[in-house]
């Protein structure tokens, strides 16, 4: 079956071989399709086509090469335009109810961005997606659009955080302003809220982000929870005053009535909801080497990057490239906190279209390998690159590649035959292939090549920053 007919470009770029179940494919003649790779010593003569090009700095790439219209980034503008709209509304009379309740837009942001990170949202959105317009005569744009949308959701997420600073700082100003009718304590928490908003905000730019990324994972985490209870704090002591007695009356009654209590309930509740199913869980790590780690253990948890081939018994591959990652590799520990809520991802969204492509780098391959070993009713193909496959990621990950239908899977190992030409190479496949939809797992330089390749092919591409 000639699924991927090779042109000569797609020849240079797999230095004459393209590498298939761990053995080289001759996609002209079906009775050679086997042929291992180990046995081809003469690949090394051609090692002279894989010259690598001077490596771009990481933090350029993520910062630099992102382009200024990206669905993220227009997310992220719709949802400041909408709220300065309103904001200038309010400040100019002509939307009352915004400027009486700038408290309430502020917290009502706040609940937005939580969902667009709620877990539980999440599922509760792909699900329907999926099965209403995962038919075969929805149209492919609307669909690589609900896809985008929903892959860039964190430009909502970024938009919401700044405008609900806005909103809290118009708040406070209105009320130094009606200094009679509020009380010191109101003002100090309000103004700490802020604090704690801007200091998560600041965390999360960008160049914190990647430079210092512990420092952005427990700023965003901790500042934010802080943030939560001093909300609550907030929330009561505003509905609990009363401004002519100048005197608290604390009664339930006054926060049922209050919208900005029901909104920080739910706010609450979303954010809360994934850290009760934590449990502690016995897990087996074993280490072939320093790249990359294999957990073993009971029962489905992670929300990234899951193996599962039966009903308990489930595996996960972590890349070493973070201190948590690189530890479980130097000190492999007995057991392990996870959250049993499951996260649906993009790979779940593979699931609208008939014909995908999925391409992964390095240990990004677990992103896929979880969907490749479950029901789906999309045709997928596989390409998988990666250094020194059988060392780096054992024996366990080579079997369940070769349970695939021989033409579904390329597997290219550069330990073997040299550094490809990924970008082309995936752009040829997915041509062959006629995917509808092409999604890449790799590093940000990965991500950039190969998603800018298929842009400029005319093929939906979606990235996901991996190992």
Request: glycine share 6%; proline share 4%; charged share 15%.
């Given at each position: 079956?000639?699924?991927?007919?090779?042109?000569?470009?797609?020849?240079?770029?797999?230095?004459?071989?393209?590498?298939?179940?761990?053995?080289?494919?001759?996609?002209?003649?079906?009775?050679?399709?086997?042929?291992?790779?180990?046995?081809?010593?003469?690949?090394?003569?051609?090692?002279?086509?894989?010259?690598?090009?001077?490596?771009?700095?990481?933090?350029?790439?993520?910062?630099?090469?992102?382009?200024?219209?990206?669905?993220?980034?227009?997310?992220?503008?719709?949802?400041?335009?909408?709220?300065?709209?309103?904001?200038?509304?309010?400040?100019?009379?002509?939307?009352?109810?915004?400027?009486?309740?700038?408290?309430?837009?502020?917290?009502?942001?706040?609940?937005?961005?939580?969902?667009?990170?709620?877990e539980a949202f999440?599922?509760?959105?792909?699900?329907?997606?999926?099965?209403?317009?995962?038919?075969?005569?929805?149209?492919?744009?609307?669909?690589?659009?609900?896809?985008?949308?929903?892959?860039?959701?964190?430009?909502?997420?970024?938009?919401?955080?700044?405008?609900?600073?806005?909103?809290?700082?118009?708040?406070?100003?209105?009320?130094?302003?009606?200094?009679?009718?509020?009380?010191?304590?109101?003002?100090?928490?309000?103004?700490?809220?802020?604090?704690?908003?801007?200091?998560?905000?600041?965390?999360?730019?960008?160049?914190?982000?990647?430079?210092?990324?512990?420092?952005?994972?427990?700023?965003?985490?901790?500042?934010?929870?802080?943030?939560?209870?001093?909300?609550?704090?907030?929330?009561?002591?505003?509905?609990?005053?009363?401004?002519?007695?100048?005197?608290?009356?604390?009664?339930?009654?006054?926060?049922?009535?209050?919208?900005?209590?029901?909104?920080?309930?739910?706010?609450?509740?979303?954010?809360?909801?994934?850290?009760?199913?934590?449990?502690?869980?016995?897990?087996?790590?074993?280490?072939?080497?320093?790249?990359?780690?294999?957990?073993?253990?009971?029962?489905?948890?992670?929300?990234?990057?899951?193996?599962?081939?039966?009903?308990?018994?489930?595996?996960?591959?972590?890349?070493?490239?973070?201190?948590?990652?690189?530890?479980?590799?130097?000190?492999?520990?007995?057991?392990?906190?996870?959250?049993?809520?499951?996260?649906?991802?993009?790979?779940?969204?593979?699931?609208l279209y008939q014909?995908?492509?999925?391409?992964?780098?390095?240990?990004?391959?677990?992103?896929?390998?979880?969907?490749?070993?479950?029901?789906?009713?999309?045709?997928?193909?596989?390409?998988?690159?990666?250094?020194?496959?059988?060392?780096?990621?054992?024996?366990?990950?080579?079997?369940?590649?070769?349970?695939?239908?021989?033409?579904?899977?390329?597997?290219?190992?550069?330990?073997i035959c040299g550094?490809?030409?990924?970008?082309?190479?995936?752009?040829?496949?997915?041509?062959?292939?006629?995917?509808?939809?092409?999604?890449?797992?790799?590093?940000?330089?990965?991500?950039?090549?190969?998603?800018?390749?298929?842009?400029?092919?005319?093929?939906?591409?979606?990235?996901?920053?991996?190992?």
């Open positions: 079956m000639d699924v991927f007919p090779l042109s000569n470009a797609l020849e240079r770029s797999l230095s004459r071989r393209s590498s298939s179940h761990f053995c080289d494919l001759d996609f002209a003649d079906e009775a050679d399709k086997l042929e291992c790779l180990e046995e081809k010593a003469n690949i090394w003569r051609n090692k002279s086509l894989f010259r690598k090009k001077p490596k771009e700095s990481r933090l350029s790439i993520i910062l630099l090469d992102q382009g200024l219209f990206t669905v993220y980034k227009r997310l992220l503008l719709v949802c400041l335009a909408l709220n300065i709209a309103a904001f200038v509304f309010a400040a100019t009379g002509y939307f009352p109810y915004a400027k009486c309740n700038a408290t309430l837009f502020s917290i009502g942001n706040i609940l937005a961005l939580s969902l667009c990170r709620s999440l599922l509760v959105v792909f699900w329907p997606v999926v099965k209403l317009l995962g038919k075969p005569w929805v149209p492919l744009p609307l669909k690589t659009a609900i896809t985008s949308f929903l892959q860039s959701l964190g430009g909502v997420h970024s938009g919401c955080g700044i405008s609900s600073i806005a909103w809290l700082v118009y708040a406070l100003v209105l009320t130094i302003k009606d200094r009679d009718n509020t009380s010191v304590e109101i003002l100090v928490v309000a103004s700490t809220i802020l604090s704690l908003l801007c200091i998560t905000s600041l965390a999360a730019f960008p160049l914190v982000r990647h430079l210092h990324h512990n420092v952005f994972e427990r700023t965003h985490r901790f500042a934010a929870w802080t943030a939560l209870v001093l909300l609550w704090a907030f929330i009561v002591l505003k509905n609990c005053y009363n401004p002519t007695l100048q005197a608290y009356d604390f009664r339930v009654s006054k926060l049922q009535k209050s919208q900005d209590f029901w909104f920080t309930l739910a706010i609450t509740m979303i954010i809360i909801l994934p850290w009760v199913t934590v449990r502690k869980v016995a897990v087996k790590v074993t280490a072939s080497s320093n790249h990359a780690s294999i957990i073993k253990f009971e029962g489905g948890w992670h929300a990234f990057g899951i193996i599962s081939d039966g009903e308990n018994g489930h595996m996960m591959l972590a890349g070493a490239v973070g201190d948590f990652t690189k530890s479980l590799v130097s000190k492999p520990p007995s057991h392990l906190w996870v959250r049993k809520l499951h996260f649906a991802g993009l790979p779940y969204l593979t699931n014909r995908v492509l999925l391409v992964a780098t390095g240990s990004g391959i677990c992103v896929f390998l979880s969907f490749l070993l479950q029901p789906s009713s999309a045709k997928v193909c596989l390409l998988w690159v990666a250094k020194g496959i059988e060392q780096n990621f054992r024996k366990e990950i080579k079997q369940m590649m070769s349970g695939f239908p021989i033409e579904m899977v390329i597997v290219h190992d550069t330990a550094r490809p030409n990924v970008a082309k190479m995936s752009v040829e496949i997915a041509q062959s292939w006629k995917a509808e939809v092409v999604i890449v797992a790799s590093n940000p330089q990965g991500s950039r090549d190969v998603v800018g390749a298929c842009k400029a092919a005319g093929l939906p591409v979606g990235p996901i920053w991996d190992s």
